[in-house]
């Protein structure tokens, strides 16, 4: 599989902003998603981008490819204590049904 | 509807014995996989089906076998499993299984104590 890397700790104060970072080493991605999961629950499907963009933002959620680094990011503006979870970045090949999951950031939010 | 269902949520069994995990959707996806979650690390992909044939099979124990019996169903029947097949399984579509631009619907998964 590919190699899909992230920090496993961030801890915020609510209010502030957290960034989520991931990188990856398939060059033929195609979309790259980021999904969230809280405890004892399933994978939530936040937003996606498509490799030939640069930066998608949907409401509080901004996301960041820098293409030629295989560096991908999420912006979480106005953290609250409900964005507490662990937030997985994949990647999707050119051809195929594949996603590879990164490592996993746990995003702690502190009152 | 993007709801992908998983019965049942928790599931003990012993290693002798034989069950089945349940996933259900109804967006018309005709990809659906299975994943297998330890705690506090990414989803490991174990079984793709494609228009309800298996094209994926990430080279999984025989213990776990999977079936679609039709393109809205997939299960996931466990027999003589070992302690360390305990995880959370989790059931995942998608709209078009030759497009990697169509996301992952995940379930909320089945957290499966073997012992």
């Known amino acids: 599989g590919e190699d899909v890397e992230q920090s496993l700790f961030l801890s915020v104060r609510e209010g502030d902003s957290s960034v989520i970072n991931c990188t990856y080493t398939?060059?033929?991605?195609?979309?790259l998603y980021w999904y969230k999961q809280e405890p004892g629950a399933g994978l939530q499907l936040l937003t996606y981008i498509f490799s030939n963009m640069d930066m998608k933002q949907d409401q509080r959620l901004t996301v960041l490819l820098n293409k030629k680094d295989k560096h991908l990011s999420l912006r979480i503006a106005d953290t609250q204590t409900g964005d507490s979870a662990i937030y997985f970045c994949?990647?999707?090949?050119?051809?195929?049904?594949?996603?590879?999951f990164g490592t996993g950031t746990s995003l702690t939010v502190i009152p | 509807d993007t709801e992908v269902t998983q019965t049942p949520k928790h599931l003990v069994m012993g290693m002798t014995n034989k069950k089945s995990l349940k996933c259900e959707q109804h967006?018309?996806?005709?990809?659906m996989y299975w994943y297998k979650q330890k705690a506090k690390k990414p989803p490991e992909l174990m079984f793709v089906?494609?228009?309800?044939?298996?094209?994926i099979n990430e080279s999984v124990p025989s213990r776990f076998s999977p079936e679609c019996p039709n393109s809205s169903l997939l299960n996931l029947h466990l027999h003589a499993l070992q302690p360390e097949d305990s995880a959370l399984y989790l059931c995942?579509?998608?709209?078009?299984?030759?497009?990697?631009?169509?996301?992952?619907?995940f379930g909320p998964g089945t957290r499966l104590t073997v012992t």
């Open positions: 967006m018309g996806h005709r990809a």
């Open positions: 089906y494609s228009y309800e044939k298996l094209s």
């Open positions: 398939d060059s033929s991605s195609t979309y």
């Open positions: 994949a990647e999707s090949p050119l051809t195929g049904n594949q996603f590879y």
């Open positions: 995942a579509s998608s709209q078009d299984p030759g497009q990697s631009s169509y996301e992952q619907y």
